[in-house]
């Protein structure tokens, strides 16, 4: 596996659709490449093979962390060997928990780095933020919209 770090508009094309086509069709990590395309990747190959990436973006003084890991690879140390790379380079990340598989995943990164990792429950996170944005347009958004709505505005920060 080799680990390559670049801004996300530094890749070429057929790089770039690869990577947008290896994350969920409404996922934050796709929005967030359009919003910011200078955004930094770390991306995983096997000879050709994207296996997964991940992005790291500042909001404030936090650095925030995302991967997507290729199905036909996971449970293979791909997410790890992303992260650890993220971590050498950024030396501390935002990890957001989102589900009972990132929970014990972060949990126990966070075992191995335990200065390097905080973590961040994504229910407590959009509870705050819908608290903070008031009115209709929060009932009737989807949490990563909001999320955009926050970091096109650098709003995030304050909230957290």
Request: glycine fraction near 4%; charge should be positive.
């Amino acid at each position: 596996m080799t680990i390559v770090v670049r801004p996300f508009n530094k890749w070429n094309k057929k790089i770039q659709r690869r990577l947008l086509n290896a994350t969920f069709d409404d996922g934050f990590m796709r929005r967030k490449v359009r919003i910011n395309p200078a955004v930094r990747t770390f991306v995983a190959f096997n000879k050709h093979q994207i296996m997964g990436w991940a992005l790291v973006f500042r909001l404030g003084h936090k650095k925030w962390f995302n991967v997507f890991v290729n199905e036909r690879y996971k449970r293979q140390g791909v997410a790890s060997r992303l992260i650890c790379q993220a971590i050498k380079r950024e030396n501390k990340l935002d990890l957001v928990i989102w589900d009972d598989i990132t929970k014990n995943f972060y949990t126990q990164i966070k075992k191995q780095y335990p200065n390097h990792i905080v973590l961040r429950d994504w229910e407590k996170w959009c509870e705050k933020i819908a608290k903070y944005i008031v009115g209709e347009y929060a009932k009737q958004t989807s949490y990563v919209d909001i999320m955009l709505y926050l970091l096109k505005r650098e709003i995030f920060s304050r909230v957290f």
